[in-house]
């Protein structure tokens, strides 16, 4: 087990550089210089000269990246140039921010969507089952801001139930759900999708497996059977699934967070891109993908506790 | 199937030649229609699609109004009359703007699946193939594009290089390429452990040639399922990032583009943001049927 933890650990490390080598690269691609860009066009070369010097930005691009790097690790994120703020702080407030309302979404759907898939399995071929996969493909086509939209001119315009766009809610549950459902439907709608999907395809495969034909020829009751032998050895993939999700759903807090002006690193993403503020950019879209490593890691190691044929070995 | 080595006590008619290649080829691509036409999920689709295909093609010939011409005083006008889906903050008619606007999208996702699949065959092919060091490095590049979600790269990609069509069509063909590679992958390690592979390295074919000619034509059915799928994914992306005004700009009749000009004007006239977005969900919609559709064909 520590071995494969290892393995595990090592290998989202080495995701993570090669991440890292993206983020910098992609910044690289900005044509111009990054100290002309500060100081416009009518600075003189020789202050351009010396600013470039100061960042460090004269520098050859190896060196370049091993001190942004650093940097990064070290907690030093940079004071970012267009909003004139702290990069970090800025970054891991939004960051706070988008968590809730993913989280949000995640609870409320997570559960739904593998007891809907549980349930397609069990009737295979029947019209629930096609009522559901239908239903899933449907939702997983449909770009989170249609969605969104349809939603606010239903529920917010024409209905005035909600907020039109959402802010970061208080202790009250009912403000929960007063801001977040909204811009939360049109990631559930994804997740639904994708999640039913794999936890059909889990129950389906574990339906006919031997073991449950061995338990169901025992004599144990049905519903045992169907959760205690197939609903757990079901949720193997499911778990792969939700946690590559989490990843899918950073990408749809920056669709929702900008139709809901909700300020989380999604809406930061995009703002920053759109103001070509690097700083902020490039530590928005590394914490993104330390986000979705760690649930990935998360989930590698719960698949290890849960599948005895991995923990053992 | 006679093991290797009992192949010489037992005596077995050899099997019934395949004397025809191309036949054999014509007669499986005629099963395969014919299951298609019979799939209710790609049915549906495919009309839906083929309703959207000739409308991005003909639409000059059918809108009412010129989609790009502005009505100072028809402005946020209520559907009915002369038009039937209003019309926006600026007068121009929304029916009009919504049957233009298929044209954009589906240039930019075809085109950008084109380039991903392409290069993901040709990574595909030659990882499967030789795997070894390339097959791993190839591995880590695309675990590390799925670390960042496509939109997210994209953004990262579009604030540097600049937004243009151009430019997304290659964000979106280049990501998809490693996607691609490694589900052409898992279908070349299938295929390389045939015994039509091991008869061709036999016969002293370079790797290049039976990559080509011997598994690239008997893998052109999880291509294509992937190619579906990858489409619909491209339209999604495609729409979602001119909704973020990271692709075309005003005036142009985008969907994704018309339903972000319209998020100011929801209060007062829905109809600038629902007709768009609906239309673009049957788009999607329909693009995955045929993907499900030809999914369920291809893999029974």
């Known amino acids: 087990m520590s071995r494969y933890?290892?393995?595990r650990l090592g290998l989202t490390v080495i995701t993570l550089v090669i991440v890292s080598f993206v983020v910098f690269g992609a910044s690289q691609l900005l044509p111009g210089d990054v100290g002309r860009t500060i100081l416009g066009p009518y600075a003189s070369q020789q202050q351009v000269d010396e600013l470039d010097h100061t960042l460090g930005t004269d520098k050859p691009l190896p060196v370049r990246y091993w001190n942004w790097a650093s940097d990064f690790v070290r907690g030093d994120w940079g004071v970012s140039p267009v909003q004139n703020v702290e990069v970090r702080p800025l970054v891991l407030h939004r960051l706070r921010n988008s968590l809730i309302l993913g989280a949000f979404a995640m609870v409320l759907i997570v559960p739904f969507s593998i007891f809907m898939g549980v349930m397609a399995a069990l009737n295979y071929g029947k019209t629930l089952d096609?009522?559901?996969?239908?239903?899933g493909l449907s939702f997983i086509a449909l770009p989170e801001f249609v969605v969104g939209v349809i939603l606010i001119?239903?529920?917010?315009?024409?209905?005035?139930?909600f907020p039109t766009s959402s802010?970061?809610?208080?202790?009250?549950?009912?403000?929960w759900f007063r801001q977040l459902l909204l811009p939360a439907i049109p990631m559930m709608f994804v997740l639904f999708g994708y999640i039913a999907r794999m936890a059909r395809a889990g129950t389906v495969d574990a339906l006919q497996a031997n073991y449950t034909r061995t338990a169901i020829l025992k004599g144990l009751p049905r519903r045992y059977v169907v959760w205690r032998h197939v609903v757990r050895n079901a949720m193997l993939p499911t778990i792969t699934v939700v946690s590559v999700q989490v990843g899918y759903l950073v990408g749809g807090l920056v669709v929702v967070e900008t139709l809901f002006a909700?300020?989380?690193?999604?809406?930061?993403?995009?703002?920053s891109a759109n103001g070509h503020d690097l700083q902020t950019l490039e530590a928005?879209?590394?914490?993104?993908?330390?986000?979705?490593?760690?649930a990935n890691f998360i989930a590698d190691l719960a698949y290890g506790i849960l599948n005895p044929r991995v923990r053992v070995a | 199937m006679a093991s290797v080595e009992g192949s010489d006590v037992q005596i077995q008619p050899p099997a019934a030649p395949v004397l025809d290649v191309r036949a054999e080829r014509r007669r499986r691509r005629r099963e395969l229609l014919r299951a298609l036409v019979r799939s209710k999920t790609f049915v549906v689709g495919a009309v839906i699609l083929a309703f959207w295909v000739l409308d991005a093609i003909f639409w000059r010939a059918i809108v009412p109004h010129d989609p790009l011409a502005v009505g100072p005083v028809d402005t946020l006008k209520a559907p009915g009359g002369a038009h039937w889906f209003g019309t926006d903050n600026l007068g121009r008619d929304v029916f009009s703007r919504v049957l233009a606007g298929a044209a954009t999208v589906l240039v930019i996702a075809p085109a950008a699946t084109a380039l991903g699949l392409v290069g993901g065959t040709a990574v595909g092919l030659v990882t499967g193939f030789y795997r070894g060091w390339v097959d791993d490095v190839v591995s880590r590049i695309v675990d590390a594009f799925l670390a960042l979600p496509l939109i997210v790269i994209a953004v990262l990609v579009l604030a540097s290089l600049g937004r243009d069509t151009r430019n997304i069509v290659l964000v979106i063909g280049i990501i998809f390429t490693p996607l691609i590679g490694r589900t052409v992958r898992s279908a070349v390690l299938v295929e390389r452990e045939r015994e039509y592979v091991a008869a061709a390295r036999l016969r002293g074919e370079r790797g290049i040639r039976i990559m080509v000619w011997e598994i690239l034509p008997n893998i052109t059915g999880p291509i294509m399922v992937e190619a579906t799928v990858r489409l619909a994914y491209a339209i999604f992306t495609a729409a979602t990032l001119s909704f973020l005004g990271l692709g075309l700009q005003d005036p142009s009749p985008d969907w994704g583009l018309q339903i972000a000009n319209g998020r100011a004007y929801m209060q007062v006239a829905w109809w600038m943001v629902i007709f768009p977005a609906a239309a673009l969900a049957t788009l999607v919609v329909g693009v995955n049927l045929v993907a499900d559709g030809l999914k369920r064909v291809v893999e029974e």
């Open chain 1, 167 to 175: 802010q970061v809610p208080g202790s009250d549950p009912v403000d």
């Open chain 1, 284 to 294: 928005c879209v590394l914490m993104i993908a330390i986000i979705y490593c760690v």
């Open chain 1, 262 to 271: 909700y300020p989380g690193i999604g809406q930061l993403t995009l703002e």
């Open chain 1, 153 to 161: 001119v239903i529920f917010a315009v024409q209905l005035g139930w």
């Open chain 1, 5 to 7: 933890i290892l393995k």
């Open chain 1, 130 to 135: 096609r009522v559901i996969s239908i239903t």
